[in-house]
């Protein structure tokens, strides 16, 4: 049974930086990502990365974290991280790691198997 457990949350000022993991059991997909979701809106790809687990084919960023977020995977492909830098207050959200075996798509309705979820809170 694959589970998703995301870690790495919590608060900090504007300008600062959190790093988030997403530790992945029963799971070896090509594609993991992370989306974002705040109060009153929907959730949304913040970025994306797809590897056959040597290479990397690809990465997504959303626009608005393009230069200020970094995803990874580490080469066993049990865990996905983003290094979340320079943050912002509209940063704040919940955000959640999400994976599917074939290749990543933006839309959250694409994506198979979900975590529970680590609440970001950036102050300014």
């Known amino acids: 049974q694959v589970q998703l457990v995301e870690s790495g949350g919590g608060s900090v000022q504007a300008g600062g930086s959190l790093r988030l993991s997403c530790a992945a059991s029963?799971?070896?997909?090509?594609?993991m990502a992370w989306f974002r979701q705040a109060p009153g809106k929907e959730r949304a790809a913040v970025a994306s990365h797809y590897t056959n687990g040597i290479i990397t084919y690809a990465t997504y960023y959303d626009d608005s974290v393009k230069g200020r977020f970094t995803i990874s995977r580490d080469n066993a492909k049990t865990t996905l991280y983003l290094q979340m830098n320079n943050l912002k207050p509209e940063d704040t959200a919940m955000y959640y790691c999400?994976?599917?075996?074939?290749?990543?798509?933006?839309?959250?309705?694409?994506?198979?198997?979900w975590g529970q979820g680590t609440q970001v809170t950036v102050s300014s």
């Open positions: 999400a994976a599917v075996s074939t290749t990543c798509k933006s839309s959250y309705s694409h994506y198979t198997y």
């Open positions: 029963e799971y070896s997909g090509s594609c």
